[in-house]
């Protein structure tokens, strides 16, 4: 189980972390990642942490400005998001991959949380 928490309303140049408890779920067993969906969009992946290096992937929209990041001691997984800016309004879901690699394709990911809406407006 998958649980996110830590969205909300955020100026534009703000910054927010969101957190994913996950429940039966091993960090250092699952690839984890983060996608974000706008309305009548897809799914797309934002960031991305393998189990078996820690090795990191970032959309080219997010790069430089958020960093996701793993807790095994309480089981979370983060994603820090700083410069927010008005497109990086969405619903942010963590999920879990059953792979040792990065993957970013949400048809490879097998556990979802239920979202955590961010919203970027002055």
């Known amino acids: 189980q998958l649980v996110e928490s830590g969205g909300g309303l955020v100026q534009p140049g703000g910054s927010l972390r969101l957190s994913c408890v996950a429940s039966?779920?091993?960090?250092?067993?699952?690839?984890m990642g983060w996608f974000r969906q706008v309305p009548d969009g897809e799914r797309e992946a934002v960031a991305v942490?393998?189990?078996?290096?820690?090795?990191?992937w970032y959309s080219r929209s997010v790069r430089g400005r958020f960093t996701i990041s793993r807790d095994f001691a309480k089981s979370i997984v983060y994603l820090q998001m700083n410069n927010l800016k008005a497109e990086d309004s969405a619903a942010y879901f963590c999920a879990a991959a059953d792979y040792r690699t990065v993957v970013r394709s949400p048809d490879f990911y097998t556990y979802w949380g239920q979202g955590t809406q961010v919203t970027v407006a002055s």
């Open positions: 942490v393998a189990s078996s290096d820690g090795d990191t």
């Open positions: 039966d779920i091993e960090l250092d067993v699952y690839t």
